[in-house]
């Protein structure tokens, strides 16, 4: 069972543009909801994250969505840029208590901005 | 500072050989996660250490995955009798304790042919 479903699985976007990457989860415990970019042959890197006591996180050219009664997030790259050009994943985790924090994440998002 | 480091890069194995995996975390995280990417897919979670309490072992597929970790420093998976479902991309990261943010190494690749 996925518990965090990621959509599309690519995008192309023009440079300029808005490029916008959404998820959707089950486990309505999930508490903190990270995204993260994946560079070719690197490992991931927190971008931007929120939790679900507010609706809208922004960071630059960065935003985060979130709908908690719909158990929806998303990410809108404003401005897109070639240098964008990353693989994109959602994730979510749970504070266990035990502090694990250990992230489910989505399947990814290709995006290319092309110029 | 040095971020999370993993050792080797690339790792080619016969099926059924055993391998270990390396990961030295950020110094003074106490939070490390070992996680699988399959091919055009997300991160698995395998594997939690904090401290030294007893591993969130949950996520490791088969008796074949075992991790270890000494304090709060150097970890090693540890992957017996490899299969060629085990291919994939094997990354860690570490966590300071109270912080939700992850910080990845670039990855093991494993190959079983």
């Known amino acids: 069972q996925q518990q965090v479903k990621q959509s599309p699985q690519s995008l192309i976007v023009q440079k300029g543009g808005i490029s916008i990457i959404n998820c959707a989860y089950e486990?309505?415990?999930?508490?903190?909801f990270p995204w993260y970019q994946q560079f070719p042959g690197k490992g991931p890197a927190l971008l931007i994250a929120i939790r679900p006591d507010v609706s809208e996180k922004k960071e630059g050219r960065f935003t985060i969505s979130f709908n908690k009664s719909a158990k929806q997030f998303s990410l809108h790259i404003m401005d897109s840029q070639p240098g964008d050009s990353a693989t994109y994943f959602c994730?979510?985790?749970?504070?266990?208590?035990?502090?694990?924090?250990?992230?489910?994440f989505g399947k990814g998002t290709k995006l290319s901005v092309i110029p | 500072g040095a971020g999370v480091s993993q050792s080797p890069s690339n790792k080619v194995t016969e099926k059924g050989k055993d391998v270990e995996l390396r990961c030295d975390p950020i110094s003074g995280h106490t939070a490390l996660y070992w996680y699988r990417q399959r091919l055009g897919q997300g991160l698995e979670f395998l594997i939690y250490f904090q401290g030294n309490s007893a591993p969130d072992k949950s996520g490791l597929p088969s008796d074949r995955f075992s991790a270890e970790r000494t304090g709060e420093s150097v970890s090693t998976l540890t992957i017996q009798r490899t299969q060629q479902e085990d291919s994939a991309v094997y990354l860690c990261?570490?966590?300071?304790?109270?912080?939700?943010?992850?910080?990845f190494g670039p990855g093991t690749r494993l190959t079983v042919l």
């Open positions: 486990n309505t415990a999930f508490d903190y």
């Open positions: 994730a979510a985790s749970i504070d266990s208590g035990a502090g694990s924090y250990q992230l489910t």
């Open positions: 990261a570490s966590s300071s304790q109270t912080g939700n943010e992850q910080f």
